[in-house]
């Protein structure tokens, strides 16, 4: 079965960096976008970023743009987010998801999602 | 950016009864490229509806989803003690994809 085990979650000062992973199974990683999605205490969801299946191509919210990267390695199934310059309002639970399509046919809505991890920016 | 706006933000209803949640968006949303998700407390969210009325694997027929251009409902019928949780609206047609804010339903 497909599972999305995300990792690299703590407590960080505001403008200190984190990088998150996503490792995939049960499923073709290669074969698919992958998206992060964040929810902070007590919210709703917001969209973070995605990375096209085969990285040609990467979009990201507006509030992240800048900041944070995301990346992939198709030959360890893992998917990454790279945060730097973290603010106190980055602090949520992020998830990574995976995109609904398959290879070019990317659909940005979600069948499969991780656990979450939890990032925690504190002075 | 598309803004969803779903409503009621909180509704209190008795098992067996029928919810219906809305979501508004600001702008028309392609192709009724709409999804709907459930979340319970401490749960990751659960695809329940996609392309505004077709349900994800599954999906009880309880839930139907409907709607068009600005104007989406999620309609749960004889609600399970199970069926109380949030519900997010999402649009995937035009990028950014946004979320709305949730349905908070709960027992009555």
């Known amino acids: 079965q497909v599972q999305l085990v995300e990792s690299g979650g703590g407590v960080v000062q505001p403008g200190r960096s984190l990088r998150l992973s996503c490792e995939a199974s049960?499923?073709?990683?290669?074969?698919?976008?992958m998206h992060w999605v964040r929810q902070a205490p007590g919210r709703g969801l917001e969209w973070v970023a995605v990375i096209q299946y085969d990285e040609s191509n990467e979009y990201y919210a507006d509030a992240v743009k800048g900041r944070f990267t995301i990346s992939r390695d198709n030959s360890k199934n893992t998917l990454f987010l790279q945060m730097n310059s973290l603010r106190v309002e980055d602090t949520a639970v992020y998830y990574c998801?995976?995109?609904?399509?398959?290879?070019?046919?990317?659909?940005?809505?979600?069948?499969?999602w991780g656990q979450g991890a939890l990032v925690t920016v504190s002075p | 950016e598309i803004a969803l706006t779903q409503s009621p933000d909180t509704l209190s209803l008795s098992p067996g009864e029928t919810a219906t949640l809305s979501c508004r968006a600001s702008q028309s949303v392609g192709a009724r490229q709409l999804a709907w998700y459930q979340q319970k407390p401490g749960q990751t969210p659960r695809l329940l509806m996609y392309?505004?009325?077709t349900r994800a694997t599954g999906i009880p027929d309880r839930f139907s989803g409907s709607g068009s251009w600005t104007d989406f409902t999620l309609t749960i019928r004889r609600l399970e003690p199970e069926d109380f949780a949030v519900y997010y609206c999402?649009?995937?047609?035009?990028?950014?994809?946004?979320f709305g804010q949730g349905t908070r339903l709960e027992i009555k």
């Open positions: 999402q649009q995937y047609g035009t990028s950014p994809i946004t």
């Open positions: 998801a995976r995109d609904y399509g398959e290879g070019s046919t990317w659909l940005w809505f979600f069948e499969h």
């Open positions: 392309g505004a009325s």
């Open positions: 049960g499923f073709s990683f290669r074969n698919y976008a």
